[in-house]
């Protein structure tokens, strides 16, 4: 059974940082593309960013780029979000996501099969 578990969200001040981190089980985690969304309250569900197997190849939403930067542990089977010069706009429930999927990279909420409990980020001005 494929368990997927966030942790290390919180509440922080605009500028501030969080690192969020997903721990896998149930899979064969190096196999795996791994990917963080998050949800707004009246928002869809949307791509935040995602690593490959290998940990070398990863994928940004257009609005993190640059302020956050996600990265894997394949030994320990975890995951991370180091999520920097935070806005309120990133307040939002954060999930963990994945896929076998390896090509192409996927940034849609379908493409993962596996999720986890979600992590609430909030922001404040």
């Known amino acids: 059974q494929v368990q997927l578990v966030e942790s290390g969200g919180g509440m922080v001040q605009a500028g501030g940082s969080l690192r969020l981190a997903c721990a896998a089980s149930?899979?064969?985690?190096?196999?795996?593309?791994m990917g963080w969304f998050r949800q707004a309250p009246g928002k869809e569900r949307e791509f935040v960013a995602a690593?490959?197997?290998?940990?070398?190849?990863?994928y940004y939403a257009d609005s993190v780029k640059g302020r956050f930067s996600i990265s894997r542990d394949n030994a320990k089977k975890m995951v991370y979000l180091q999520a920097n010069s935070l806005k309120p706009e990133d307040t939002a429930v954060y999930y963990c996501?994945?896929?076998?999927?390896?090509?192409?990279?996927?940034?849609?909420?379908?493409?993962?099969?596996?999720w986890g409990q979600g992590t609430q980020v909030t922001v404040s001005s």
């Open positions: 996501a994945a896929t076998a999927v390896p090509m192409p990279i996927a940034t849609t909420p379908d493409r993962y099969p596996y």
């Open positions: 149930g899979l064969t985690f190096s196999s795996y593309t």
């Open positions: 690593v490959r197997w290998s940990g070398i190849s990863t």
